[in-house]
């Protein structure tokens, strides 16, 4: 029974270590998720504004450009996937591949090659794993992204948009990644960056304009709306790698919390629950004891009694 106390002991001893540090990494991701929602905050309006000026720049002018510019037969498409480098975020990771391979599978239905772009080591691994091809893939900076991180992303898959699809380009540039909702909610979604919607950003920028009141604005090029769009491009696209990774970095840090948190309920749920085991078991090797002295101090007293 002693033998029992000890594995008892043994196991409180080692869920109690495993709780000190769910703890410690619950608290890291609650104080990191601010920093992030900031971020996130600071992000948006650039990112929605310069999505507008595109818009402007398009509707306002003839020019064809792959900014705007949809192909009349698309063959070819390339996701990027936002997932995190580390792991203990519960479903966060997972979620997002899921819903890369929703998109993929209804792109290919519609007849198009895809290419994969990965950032994070989860996506890394699990396209490894199953040995899928990929185009290009980034690490390191999933938890703590910066805009020059966007910067290193966009340059390749710039380089595929401006490229003819015979020689490797893609039509089409969508991008996976994980939108912070609130503290408890962070939503896998998938977007199509290029070629920009305009009907959707138009008819969206019109119901702003008229809640506040306002007209469409009338623009002059200089030197041309093409070099306009031409210099908006690099810029769009950064600016919305840049905002889905740092959406995705909020949604990181808050799932890490979750789980975390959860964990350390877990913990304390099974600490006590093995104290009362252990409890149990102290409680009956006491009885046990007990019932061995008073049948042992009988026996002598019988033994005694049948000498006399």
């Keep these: 029974m002693g033998a029992q106390i000890r594995v008892y002991k043994r196991r409180i001893k080692s869920v109690t270590a495993t709780k000190k540090i769910t703890k410690a990494m619950e608290m890291i991701a609650a104080s990191r998720i601010v920093k992030a929602q900031r971020q996130v905050a600071a992000s948006s309006p650039y990112a929605d504004e310069l999505t507008r000026a595109v818009t402007a720049v398009a509707t306002g002018s003839n020019t064809r450009h792959p900014l705007t510019t949809e192909a009349e037969n698309p063959t070819r498409a390339a996701v990027l996937l936002v997932t995190s480098d580390r792991g203990l975020a519960g479903g966060y990771s997972s979620n997002a591949i899921k819903a890369a391979d929703r998109l993929i599978e209804r792109l290919r239905a519609?007849?198009?090659?895809?290419?994969?772009?990965?950032?994070?080591r989860k996506a890394v691994a699990y396209y490894g794993f199953r040995e899928r091809t990929v185009a290009e893939s980034w690490t390191g900076f999933s938890d703590s992204p910066g805009?020059?991180?966007?910067?290193?992303?966009?340059?390749?898959?710039?380089?595929?948009?401006?490229?003819?699809?015979?020689?490797?380009?893609?039509?089409?540039?969508?991008?996976?990644?994980t939108e912070f909702v609130s503290m408890m909610t962070q939503s896998p979604v998938d977007t199509r960056l290029l070629p920009l919607s305009l009907d959707e950003t138009a008819a969206a920028g019109a119901e702003e304009r008229a809640a506040k009141g306002g007209i469409l604005p009338l623009y002059e090029f200089e030197p041309s709306a093409e070099g306009v769009l031409d210099a908006l491009l690099p810029r769009y696209v950064e600016s919305r790698i840049f905002n889905a990774l740092l959406q995705a970095a909020a949604s990181e840090h808050a799932a890490r919390r979750r789980a975390m948190k959860s964990a350390t309920d877990n913990a304390e749920d099974l600490i006590k629950s093995l104290t009362r085991l252990a409890n149990a078991a102290r409680q009956a090797d006491i009885t046990q004891e007990i019932s061995e002295i008073v049948g042992g101090s009988s026996a002598l007293a019988d033994a005694n009694a049948g000498s006399d």
């Design 110 to 120: 519609e007849g198009k090659e895809v290419d994969s772009y990965l950032i994070g």
């Design 147 to 177: 805009y020059g991180d966007a910067k290193k992303v966009a340059g390749p898959l710039i380089e595929s948009v401006l490229k003819d699809t015979a020689d490797g380009g893609v039509d089409e540039l969508h991008i996976v990644f």
